[in-house]
């Protein structure tokens, strides 16, 4: 019961992360119109995300941590185009081959890619995230590098400049990731240290690929981490713009997973 009752929470959080996003502010007793709750309940919510840093309350009225794109908790970001990610995993997943040595980085879009790796063992998985490598370690045959650095709770990730400094020397043969945001010729992100983190990955590697859903498209973040260019492959699912897609295949070779 004491799960089902936390997927619940994590689903009504989800949507209450969602309707603030789209709107830009709400009051709690409208949210707990929308989500069929009590404005306890809503309340209770709320107050849980605020102490992580992701949304604001003021006099009752809720919104964002910033004006930007939010990076959201792992449990939050792997729920969002969740069948857009599976769908994108399953392409990234032709890459892929035995004797890599694979790095991503703590995207949710890189978390379905995961399980599919047991089909290409041997591998090597070099990552910073701690929801990724407790996913990985007990498949047969993935050897897990884990890198250094100091613990971002919020990301369940290692971050910082023992994170960056630990890549030094690695060359992986190909790196997965994807971002807050793209717009622009460029992938976006509102935190330093995560942008430090991913550009060192997309150094230390032979072969980059960006997984980037549909949603992706529609939000904003105000430094960029990386053109587009820098991709070798970009990776997208069929509910993006068809312009947008076009505009994409400016930059790398593109791949649109076909949603059923």
Known sequence: MAGKSTNQRSARQRLLVNAIIDSGAERIEKLAEELDVSQVTVYRDVQHLVERGILRLDRGEVSVRSTSTIELPPQLRSQQSAKEKEAIAELAAEYIRPHMAVMVDDSSSVLPLIPLLSEHAPLTLITNSITAQERAKTITDIDVVLTGGKLRRWA?????????????????????????????????????????????????????????????????????????????????????????????????????????
Request: aromatic share 6%; glycine share 6%.
């Open 156 to 260: 369940n990730a290692l971050y910082g400049t023992m994170a960056t400094d630990s890549l030094a020397g690695i060359r992986a043969d190909i790196c997965l990731m994807s971002d807050a945001a793209l717009c622009d010729g460029g992938i976006y992100n509102p935190i330093d240290y995560v942008i430090d983190m991913k550009r060192k990955m997309l150094a230390s590697s032979n072969m980059n690929i960006l997984l980037v859903d549909s949603a992706k498209f529609h939000k904003r973040a105000w430094q960029q981490t990386a053109s587009l260019s820098d991709f070798d492959v970009i990776i997208t699912d069929s509910n993006s713009p068809a312009e947008k897609v076009e505009e994409l295949g400016e930059f790398a070779e593109v791949r649109v997973a076909q949603l059923g």
